[in-house]
């Protein structure tokens, strides 16, 4: 506890300077800037409501800084500038080193953390999953398949017992020490189920099934496998998150403790899980293929 008071304190007693400095320098160049919405620090005592809180400056500002001890950071909710950025000037807006060492040992190589021709080519292959007739026909399919089950788990959760309390949390965050945190809104009265949960295994199942073809059916808690990759998954994402406001990410991950021992961790369970689901469904495609050759053969 000490070690995380002192933590505080000194990135507290960094932003404080970094930013009087920051903001003395702009005034003797005066250039003008888009304002300075708060710091590392304002960030690490919201992580809690984290998107909450980046919501709220955005609401206010629209488009502002936060200044951290090593980069000024420009938020931008304006749909001009997000046209800007995403379309009339892409080639420009690349996302750097920075993003890929924080997102690259959960996402690797692929089309959220690289840039360039790496991009174009990761661009390309997933371009077919976003056609219109892709889209319609099989995506579209699964989602809204999995929104009525979705919808089922609900209504049957709220129907028991004619008294049964849909437990909705908010967010989680993970505090220090690591140990998850959660905020409810009770709407009736006893029992719950976790509304977010229900989100992500959603959205997961999804995802599985368009990429693998696999049915993952995390919705209705299947093997004890499933739920592992589901909560490493999870976990992975949380912590990854953590790395843009812990500063000191990357001496824990060359020591390999605290939150980077759990995020190496996680994204080993993550790795088996997926690498099986490709091993199987490639061997699958093979022995289709082998089929296919006989059938023919069987036809002559």
């Not at 420009?74 to 060492?101: Q, R």
């Not at 998150?241 to 994204?267: C, H, M, P």
Request: some cysteine; aromatic content about 14%; proline content about 1%.
């Amino acid at each position: 506890m000490d070690f995380l008071s002192n933590t505080l304190y000194v990135v507290a007693a960094t932003s404080l300077v970094v930013l009087v400095l920051y903001v003395y320098n702009q005034q003797q160049h005066g250039k003008k800037q888009h304002p300075i919405a708060g710091t590392l620090f304002n960030q690490l005592l919201n992580f809690h409501r984290l998107h909450d809180y980046m919501t709220d400056l955005a609401t206010k500002y629209k488009t502002y800084r936060l200044i951290t001890p090593f980069r000024n950071e420009v938020y931008t909710s304006d749909p001009a500038n997000v046209e800007y950025i995403l379309k009339t000037n892409f080639e420009n807006y690349i996302k750097g080193t920075y993003h890929h060492d924080i997102l690259k040992d959960l996402m690797g190589d692929g089309i959220f953390t690289v840039d360039g021709d790496k991009w174009r080519e990761q661009r390309k292959i997933s371009s077919y999953e976003f056609s219109t007739k892709v889209l319609r026909d099989f995506s579209s399919v699964i989602f809204r398949k999995n929104a009525v089950k979705l919808a089922h788990i609900l209504s049957e959760s709220a129907d028991n017992n004619q008294s049964r309390d849909i437990n909705v949390r908010l967010f989680q965050s993970t505090t220090f020490d690591h140990t998850p945190s959660y905020i409810y809104i009770y709407i009736i009265f006893f029992s719950y189920i976790y509304i977010q949960d229900l989100f992500m295994k959603t959205t997961l199942d999804s995802i599985l099934k368009i990429a693998f073809g696999t049915d993952l059916d995390s919705m209705c808690g299947s093997s004890e496998e499933v739920v592992r990759f589901s909560n490493a998954f999870d976990g992975a994402s949380a912590l990854t998150l953590r790395r843009y406001v812990d500063i000191t990410w990357k001496i824990k991950r060359l020591f390999n403790i605290g939150s980077e021992a759990k995020l190496k961790q996680n994204v080993k369970v993550v790795d088996e899980f997926v690498y099986k689901l490709i091993q199987t469904k490639t061997q699958q495609m093979h022995n289709r293929q082998h089929y296919f050759l006989v059938s023919q053969f069987s036809l002559v």
